[in-house]
């Protein structure tokens, strides 16, 4: 690589860092917003986790990478190596959380049609051989170093200025390859609105590279919209018109405060059209530090308190801020959780203590390997029927209208 190309992406990760600290935050900054407590709990979290891990009722559960999980009697490694789901009776899975490849501002277009060799995904435990210690009693993210994520973080800029490679194989036959090797029947595609000035079309592009796949009937599209957006309300009509049940607002990424009374149209736009509102909920402890603030558990509470007519799902069942987010969700009937990343011993007390009816299946592809939510699911649900037919397949189907 020579120095003028050096230069250059140097350049563009400085103006990636400044354009993003740029973005103003929406909704009101006063108050108990985010304190020493809150950064404490977060770190007591992480450390509460490593010292628990393999302590819980399914004992210890640790893998060499995503291939690895092929030691579970649920999966096997086909010729080419492929992880592959061999349970004969799983329900017809839909995986309600996923994304594609992500190119905004000035990074190259992805062709969101190409097959490549491999999916490199954002957050990959068979990046080497042997793979990484992939436990799955700790929340998903714990598994990787911290190179990982800043190659991870490295990545996400790449997705906006200069290009990503990975971002590249996170494509639609990649994707329904991976489904089909999972025993995944449909999955619904969150796009993120970041508010950009520039090339910030992820709803609208995915929308046409689906119906281009012909792959309507396995991905179904949610919507988004920015906040900032003056015409964000017309936006979501749009894309409730051509399908969208549910629309996903990521108050990290998107940079607001979920109980800002600005929001209250939205929500309520929701409830007419009946869409679901799907959150990214809690602190999944990668994101950059200044944006942990905006998704604090009680940060939710006014939103889902003043709409008990709208669906909210949290996604991730609150990330590491899990522990406030059961109580949270027993005390508002309109709230699901998206389990996507949690550990195992941590599904099993979802189970027991909010209910197998209110959870609902994710795996947050390509971030990680449809295989490893996937894993958790079957090994905290065995002998129970009833609640992996519910997790798998029925609770995401009453979202979207089907039951």
């Not at 969101?112 to 954002?122: F, G, I, M, Q, Y």
């Not at 919507?223 to 964000?232: E, L, Y």
Request: aromatic content about 8%; proline content about 5%.
């Amino acid at each position: 690589m020579n120095d003028n190309l050096i230069n250059r992406r140097k350049f563009l990760q400085l103006l990636g860092i400044v354009a993003f600290g740029m973005m103003t935050p929406f909704g009101c900054a006063g108050g108990n917003r985010y304190n020493t407590q809150d950064i404490l709990r977060l770190s007591k979290q992480r450390q509460r986790e490593r010292e628990e891990s393999g302590q819980g009722p399914f004992g210890t559960h640790r893998y060499r990478g995503y291939k690895g999980l092929s030691e579970l009697p649920y999966f096997e490694l086909n010729q080419k190596g492929r992880l592959i789901c061999v349970v004969d009776d799983l329900p017809p899975i839909i995986d309600f959380h996923v994304h594609l490849g992500t190119s905004v501002l000035f990074a190259p277009k992805i062709d969101l049609h190409v097959r490549t060799n491999k999916v490199s995904h954002l957050l990959d435990c068979d990046m080497e051989t042997p793979g990484c210690e992939l436990d799955l009693d700790v929340y998903a993210n714990a598994n990787f170093t911290d190179k990982d994520l800043k190659g991870l973080r490295r990545d996400v800029l790449g997705q906006m200025f200069w290009g990503s490679a990975r971002a590249e194989t996170h494509t639609i036959p990649n994707l329904i390859d991976e489904m089909t090797d999972m025993g995944v029947k449909r999955a619904l595609l969150l796009p993120i609105i970041f508010g950009l000035p520039y090339r910030d079309d992820s709803s609208e592009l995915w929308y046409s590279a689906v119906r281009k796949a012909g792959e309507t009937n396995r991905l179904l599209l949610g919507a988004s919209v920015h906040p900032r957006d003056a015409n964000a309300i017309e936006k979501l009509r749009t894309q409730a018109a051509r399908g969208a049940r549910v629309i996903k607002l990521h108050p990290a990424a998107q940079r607001f405060y979920p109980d800002s009374p600005k929001l209250h149209a939205i929500y309520e736009e929701c409830r007419r059209l009946g869409i679901v509102v799907f959150f990214h909920g809690g602190r999944a402890g990668i994101e950059p530090k200044s944006t942990h603030r905006f998704t604090l558990i009680r940060h939710y509470e006014d939103a889902v308190g003043q709409h008990p007519n709208v669906r909210f799902i949290l996604g991730h069942a609150g990330a590491r801020d899990v522990a406030d987010a059961i109580p949270f969700t027993n005390r508002h009937k309109n709230v699901w959780l998206d389990i996507h990343g949690q550990g195992i011993t941590v599904l099993r007390e979802l189970i027991d203590r909010v209910g197998f009816n209110r959870l609902i299946f994710g795996s947050d592809w390509p971030f990680y390997h449809i295989g490893v939510s996937l894993a958790k699911v079957l090994i905290v649900t065995e002998g129970r029927p009833e609640e992996r037919l519910a997790i798998f397949n029925q609770n995401a189907r009453m979202m979207l209208g089907e039951s």
